[in-house]
């Protein structure tokens, strides 16, 4: 069965910092990688990763995908409080259609 | 507003009564998820249909869980006999089906089985 693990399960930095969290995953017939942000409400899209090796870009965030070492991360700079949530990592694999997440990371800026 | 679209938002009830709860998917996704998310957990995939057909069912979806999407729009999900362990966020999503599956959630329904 499909797994997804992230690490770590929190992390709690202070604003302007740089954080990096992680996804590594088990999947047969990989299909892609998602990563999501969920503050008190529904998961909201972030990115979505097919391609070992390009960097997803999108402000101060970024994501990159290893499909040979199967691992996935998701680089924030100069963080904000308004950066704190919980990301999800998610897969698909192309025997199915529904998203495999992890358990989220809980990142937490301090001011 | 063009996003996923939930209903109810909250919904408290009592051990035994039975719940309906609606999602209307972004209008031009085919596809359609149902799932669901307890505290400190992700989301756990419950079912999905393509236009009308539910093609798949997690093995969590016991008896007492029904889907449907009779017009191929929106869909309902229907909880009889609650039990407090169905207190739960369910979240519903959809997408385009294009080859990587990209999926949007909507807001999700906070059911509390007291």
């Known amino acids: 069965e499909d797994k997804v693990v992230q690490s770590p399960l929190s992390l709690v930095v202070h604003e302007g910092d740089t954080v990096t969290l992680n996804c590594s995953y088990e999947v047969t017939n990989f299909r892609s990688l998602l990563w999501y942000k969920q503050e008190k409400k529904a998961p909201t899209f972030l990115f979505m990763l097919t391609s070992s090796g390009i960097e997803k870009k999108s402000g101060r965030l970024s994501s990159i995908l290893d499909k040979k070492e199967l691992f996935s991360i998701l680089n924030i700079t100069a963080t904000q409080t308004g950066d704190s949530a919980v990301y999800l990592c998610?897969?698909?694999?192309?025997?199915?259609?529904?998203?495999?997440f992890g358990t989220g990371t809980r990142l937490t800026i301090i001011p | 507003d063009t996003g996923v679209s939930q209903d109810p938002r909250h919904k408290i009830t009592k051990r035994g009564q039975n719940v309906t709860f609606r999602c209307d998917p972004i209008?031009?996704?085919?596809?359609l998820y149902w799932y669901r998310q307890t505290l400190g957990q992700g989301p756990e995939f419950l079912t999905y249909f393509q236009n009308e057909a539910q093609l798949e069912k997690s093995r969590l979806l016991s008896d007492r869980f029904s889907a449907e999407r009779p017009k191929g729009s929106f869909s309902t999900l229907e909880i009889q006999r609650t039990e407090q362990g169905d207190s739960a966020m369910y979240l519903c999503?959809?997408?385009?089906?294009?080859?990587?599956?990209?999926?949007?959630f909507g807001p999700g329904t906070r059911l509390t089985v007291l």
């Open positions: 999503a959809s997408s385009s089906g294009t080859v990587a599956n990209e999926q949007f």
């Open positions: 209008s031009e996704h085919n596809r």
């Open positions: 998610a897969e698909t694999n192309f025997g199915n259609e529904k998203l495999t």
